[in-house]
């Protein structure tokens, strides 16, 4: 399994991280988890051929993770992409996506590749081949705070998922509102974690590492600004092998 950073950066637009996204390559297929604005900016910087891409999963529908849906459509149906394309969204905003295309002038009908849309459900497991897969759980990312009640309550989901390939497990938290989310797969043992930085205390994270199973620890969703790399420098040799802070354009290599 191959895990790009494609995006590394918060919520707040940057001019050194693309907001977070990751392409995960495994033998047979590619998924790219989340697209937020500025996604295809963002792959054209790496020289990622879109054609690489084979399933797209949307966390959740906050700007900075799906906005940019549009537009990488847009510049796949430019460079004329024959390959199918499977785009997965909760199943709630499924008629939001498609109505999202429609207003974006998108018509799947005259595109040249075959796109669908798939809604999937928290707790049931999306396989794209015999090995590899993911299994979405719901996280406390998105609560109705504001307490707006033209929103239905069920419409505020967001999701972190397990990412697995072959024996190797990935726990992606994606965006979350409790540090009990970091414990959402723990039946499941995995030793590497990709944990947001913006809503969790970082010292919660390390907390987290020293009493779990995970042995190794990437931060994403990086606001620069927090000084969280100022943080991580004062960190002991032990933890710094942990923990490391991405950048856009790196890739890891999780192994058994």
Known sequence: MEVTFVGTG????????????????SKNHSL???????????????EIDLNKIDSIFITHTHSDHFSGIASLLTQMKMAERTKPLYFYIHSSFVNFANNFLFSSFLFPETFNFLFKIIGYNFGQKILFDENFGILP??????TNKHNVKLIPKNNFVSASI???DAEISIHYTSDIGSIADLS???EFFP?????ESTHVSFYHIINYLE???VEKVYLVHINDNDGIV????KLSYKLKNKIFITYDGMKVYPTI
């Open 10 to 25: 918060s919520g707040k637009t940057q001019l050194k991280r693309f907001h977070t996204s990751l392409l995960i390559s």
């Open 32 to 46: 790219l988890i989340d697209t937020g604005d500025g996604i295809s900016k963002a792959l054209l910087s790496l």
């Open 137 to 142: 759980l719901q996280n406390t990312h998105i």
């Open 162 to 164: 397990l990412i697995m």
């Open 184 to 186: 959402l797969f723990n």
């Open 191 to 195: 030793k590497y974690l990709i944990v």
């Open 211 to 213: 009493n779990s199973f």
């Open 230 to 233: 100022d943080k991580h420098s």
